[in-house]
């Protein structure tokens, strides 16, 4: 990686984030607190630490889904830069359709859309024809294993493992410079969970940069580049 001239895509500073209970007598606690790192186009930053120490929160915390007690987030994906601490939630919904990736465990559906559908979003939303963006949402979902039968179903009552392959498939079908991945292997087999591997490779290859969480350290020693330890707030390498 040559990361040294390259500008952080994402570069974080004394960012730190509690809860608090509102419906359990106010009680706060900390999540994180002073977490610094920066994140490089073409290298993937993968999260660590035991359950509940908040790399989930953390990733949601990038995407906007959760709000941040101090601190910065900035998201310089081309020549602009934004605070995603503080950005509006105009421009945060248009960095999430053109700029930033997220994939959580679980795909959220809109009952009644088909798969083929969700798949080809991304790629209409950025101004893509209809018959390319149908033509790459066919080509991810043969390449993940969906049988064609499915792709005009709504995912609602597709396998856990199916679901999360729609949800890989709508986020791998397009280029951004940032992609958050929530453990996007966990409930998949041997097979599949070599092929979204080798997306993220792919999607590295193209200066992608991804922050990831994974379950399994063999997928964890494939891909990461940098690991990010939340027990101590340090890079382990
Ligand atoms: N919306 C919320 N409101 C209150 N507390 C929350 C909320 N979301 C997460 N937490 C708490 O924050 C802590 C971190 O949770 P988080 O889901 O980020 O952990 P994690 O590191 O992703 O764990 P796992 O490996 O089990 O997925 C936990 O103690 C959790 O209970
Ligand atoms: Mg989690």
């Given at each position: 990686m040559s990361s040294v001239m390259k500008q952080p895509v994402l570069s974080i500073k004394k960012l730190s984030k509690s809860f608090t209970l509102h419906n359990q007598g106010e009680v706060s606690f900390t999540v994180f607190d002073n977490l610094d790192f920066k994140v490089y186009p073409g290298e993937c930053l993968v999260l660590h630490g035991e359950?509940?120490?908040g790399k989930s929160t953390l990733l949601r915390c990038f995407y906007a889904n959760y709000q941040t007690d101090s601190g910065s987030m900035i998201f310089s994906p081309d020549d602009e830069s934004y605070d995603i601490a503080r950005i509006s939630d105009r421009l945060m919904n248009m960095l999430r359709r053109e700029k930033i990736a997220y994939v959580s465990q679980f795909l959220r559906v809109i009952p009644r859309v088909p798969a083929l559908s969700i798949v080809m979003q991304p790629m209409l939303d950025i101004g893509h024809e209809y018959k390319v963006a149908k033509q790459k949402a066919s080509h991810i979902l043969k390449r993940l294993n969906?049988?064609?039968?499915?792709?005009?179903?709504?995912?609602?009552?597709?396998?856990g493992g199916e679901q999360q392959r729609i949800n890989i498939a709508r986020a791998f079908v397009v280029r951004w410079p940032l992609m958050l991945l929530d453990?996007?292997?966990?409930?998949?087999?041997a097979e599949n969970r070599e092929i979204v591997l080798q997306l993220i490779e792919e999607a590295k290859s193209v200066n992608t940069a991804i922050i990831g969480i994974f379950h399994d350290k063999e997928s964890r020693d494939r891909v990461a580049d940098r690991v990010f330890d939340l027990a101590t707030g340090t890079m382990k390498r």
């Open positions: 359950s509940g120490m969906i049988p064609e039968k499915l792709w005009q179903l709504s995912p609602t009552t597709f396998s453990e996007p292997t966990a409930s998949l087999d």
